[in-house]
């Protein structure tokens, strides 16, 4: 790419490029090519919105249900919509021919390049290059510029650009197209053109204020309210500038949403595109410091790690608890934006070891709902709180009662029903935050009532079984899915057992150093040291599976006694297909499962199994793992790269590249969030061997051979350590005012002291 944006673009390693126009790619680039901060998420469509495109705007949280199966995500109005002809010809990659035609996504400044050359029916040649972005500096502001030369004839030009209203959800299943919104007023005053549309059912405000100014080789032309007409000379160039804001009432006061929105804008526009461009890029610099990867001796591998990583950052929400991560992150309507253990488990890692203060506003998101989850338990029957397995803005059960299974029938769902292990994974992903940040307070206001509340819960959900003297959990979904109505999952049992320890843990840890912290939260949910002796009872008498069978964890009751059909067959990208004779809809009687589940547990409690028995159950499982879900590959990856499986490295590509190649082929219905931290602890927990044994940061690295060196940060109880990874040996260092700051770090199986402000080299 070069040209205008020369001097804006970054190096190579930061781009991925689009080559040429592939129209039944579209939808799949638009996924890749999204925009982002965190508020608002962005397609990266084409500005013409050529026939195909699927214009998708999303902000954090902004959800409605009419005429939908379930709450979803809302696709408001796009604010990327420029329809530009050349005497009567639409400058489109349809109703013209592509000379030439590239895109970049600078994943270093948060920019889509882009470059095209049309030829009309008269074979005379149009110029097209833009470049846009979402603000990182401003939630609420858009910024983008086009420039437009006709190579080799002058002509007469019309440009229409709006906030275009006909946009729509594209429909999961057969409901069909909807639209959640209706426009409710349209204004223009000084050239900023005001529109404010309102969401159908639950009434949410959205308001854009935008403002176009044009130039003709870098003169200003008036600009009409409307359709913009002029006559362009042969070689002459037109920039055109638009800026953009978007705020919705969830941010402002509905009175005031109207000068929120005309201010935001305005004040962008006083700025101009420079000021906005060096704002918003110094914003993307600071991220990348401290979340940057590199790996030296594979390039390749290293851009393609950037690429999931940029996609976790432009959707990093912000606004106390306001809203997680969905499954599909901001970049599509995929499971209508809904939120699974997918971020607790996979995507809140990069956040706590990289902008913890992200990551708390992320977990907020649970405790903001932690009424709503109580509510649940209580209409089931249970004490405490249980979270929904699908959840959107209110935190109430989401999951749809239909969904579309594996060979494309509309199913049944259960897993609102049955896939309880959510509530500890979510306990489990705030002691995560707790460990690793050391954040009291934190844990204080909110952590420590989830994780009892979560606690309370399972002691409530077990049942008491007399013949084996032991506390079950049945009736249950794991995180394979393809057994449903199981008992003792073992995954959900060791998860909840691991909930009811160390809520009684840390109930002890504050009572010693906040007396006052823990009464207050024990008189508000009403826990006694009675309910905490309940927990003690039932957690050793809980059944978990372990080391049965050989070593090898049992993934459920009766699991062993399914027919065991070995997977011989594989696709071009290294997928299993089914063995024949076994299809979803008889997937359950065998032991094939869909993903991670056993393996997950190896990977989350890697320090309390032997050796002997993860390698044990590793390679029994992951010989039976059909990896029909994006959350598979890179828990094999992790664990299989621990235990020593040559297909390691093949799973973290598959991970790696789950959306960059669409290894799933649904990349158009938008990014596979877990995937993209899954894919992230594979590189960092993985293959640079960082965990947390006993409370203590850890090293124990095992590079794939090619890599020479793989270097990263990652924030430890405050610290940002830098951590270069080398074959035989780990550099590690950490800047502190304190001189005398010294951390215990386990490197290679020893303990050490690394004092601050000096590069500490450890040989294996
Ligand atoms: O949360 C996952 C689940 O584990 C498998 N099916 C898809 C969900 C959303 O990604």
Redesign the pocket.
């Known amino acids: 790419m070069k040209d205008f944006f020369n001097k804006i673009i970054s190096n190579d390693e930061w781009l991925i490029e689009e080559e040429g126009f592939k129209r039944d790619l579209q939808r799949t680039r638009e996924t890749q090519f999204a925009l982002g901060n965190g508020h608002i998420g962005s397609r990266g469509v084409l500005e013409e919105i050529p026939y195909d495109s699927h214009p998708g705007t999303y902000i954090a949280g902004v959800f409605d249900n009419t005429g939908a199966l379930a709450t979803e995500i809302v696709n408001i109005p796009n604010p990327i919509f420029f329809r530009i002809t050349s005497r009567g010809e639409k400058i489109d990659p349809i109703a013209m021919d592509i000379v030439d035609h590239n895109r970049a996504l600078d994943m270093n400044k948060g920019i889509l390049f882009r470059k095209t050359i049309y030829s009309n029916h008269k074979k005379e040649r149009f110029k097209y290059e833009s470049m846009r972005f979402i603000s990182m500096h401003d939630k609420y502001v858009g910024v983008m510029r086009i420039y437009l030369i006709p190579m080799d004839a002058a002509t007469d030009i019309t440009v229409q650009t709006t906030i275009d209203t006909s946009v729509t959800n594209a429909g999961m299943l057969t409901e069909g197209k909807k639209r959640h919104f209706q426009v409710t007023e349209v204004y223009e005053s000084k050239g900023i053109h005001y529109l404010c549309a309102e969401t159908f059912e639950k009434n949410t405000l959205i308001a854009y204020a935008s403002k176009l100014i044009v130039e003709k080789d870098g003169k200003r032309v008036p600009v009409p309210k409307r359709t913009l007409r002029f006559k362009v000379k042969k070689g002459e160039v037109i920039c055109f500038t638009k800026f953009f804001s978007v705020c919705t009432s969830l941010d402002v006061n509905p009175k005031r949403i109207k000068s929120a929105a005309l201010n935001s804008a305005k004040k962008a526009v006083r700025l101009g595109f420079d000021k906005m461009l060096v704002r918003h890029v110094r914003q993307w610099r600071e991220k990348w410091k401290s979340c940057d990867v590199t790996i030296d001796g594979d390039p390749e591998v290293e851009k393609a790690l950037r690429f999931n990583i940029y996609h976790m950052l432009i959707c990093g929400n912000k606004k106390n608890g306001r809203a997680s991560i969905g499954?599909?992150t901001l970049s599509s309507e995929g499971?209508r934006g809904?939120v699974?253990?997918?971020f607790e488990l996979f995507n809140l890692p990069l956040f706590i070891y990289t902008d913890p203060e992200t990551a708390k506003h992320l977990l907020l998101y649970r405790y903001r709902r932690l009424g709503k989850a109580r509510e649940i338990a209580a209409s089931k029957g249970f004490k405490g709180a249980m979270f929904p397995w699908e959840s959107a803005d209110t935190g109430e059960e989401s999951t749809p009662a239909w969904s579309k299974g594996l060979d494309g029938s509309i199913i049944e769902i259960h897993?609102m029903d049955m896939?309880y292990h959510i509530t500890a994974d979510i306990a489990y992903a705030i002691n995560h935050y707790y460990a690793a940040t050391g954040d009291d307070k934190f844990m204080l206001r909110y952590g420590l009532e989830v994780i009892f509340e979560a606690a309370r819960f399972w002691a409530s959900r077990v049942e008491y079984n007399k013949h084996r003297k032991l506390y079950e959990i049945n009736k249950v979904i794991g995180?394979d899915?393809f057994h449903e109505n199981v008992d003792n999952n073992a995954y959900t049992n060791v998860m909840a057992k691991w909930n009811l320890l160390r809520a009684i843990e840390l109930y002890r840890l504050f009572s010693r150093r906040y007396p006052d912290g823990i009464s207050r939260i024990a008189k508000k949910i009403k826990l006694y040291k009675k309910e905490l002796k309940g927990w003690r009872n039932i957690a050793p008498r809980l059944v978990t599976h372990l080391y049965r069978k050989k070593n090898i964890i049992k993934a459920f009751d009766g699991y062993f006694r399914l027919k065991d059909v070995p997977i011989t067959r594989f696709d071009d990208n290294s997928m299993p297909i089914f063995p024949r004779g076994v299809t979803s809809r008889n997937v359950q009687k065998t032991q094939i499962v869909?993903?991670a589940d056993v393996v997950m547990l190896l990977y989350l409690f890697s320090d309390i199994f032997s050796g002997l028995a993860k390698r044990k159950s590793y390679f029994y499982y992951a010989k039976r793992c059909m990896h029909k879900?994006?959350?598979s590959p890179s828990i094999h990856a992790i664990v299989g790269n621990e235990v020593g499986d040559s297909k390691a490295y093949q799973y973290f590509l598959r991970s790696l590249y789950a959306d960059l190649k669409d290894i799933h082929g649904n990349t158009s219905e938008g990014i596979?969030?877990?995937s993209l931290g899954g894919t992230w602890q594979a590189a960092i927990n993985g293959f640079g061997g960082a965990g947390i044994r006993q409370g203590i940061l850890t090293f124990d690295p095992k590079l794939p051979p090619h890599w020479e060196r793989l270097k990263f940060i990652l924030r430890w109880k405050g610290h940002p350590i830098s951590v270069s990874v080398y074959k035989e040996r780990i550099e590690l260092y950490y800047k502190s005012k304190k001189k005398s700051d010294k951390l215990k770090i386990r490197v290679y199986n020893i303990l050490k002291e690394i004092p601050a402000n000096r590069k500490m080299v450890i040989s294996r």
């Open positions: 499954a599909k499971y809904h699974f253990w997918d897993t896939e995180p899915e869909k993903q879900s994006s959350l596979h969030a877990a």
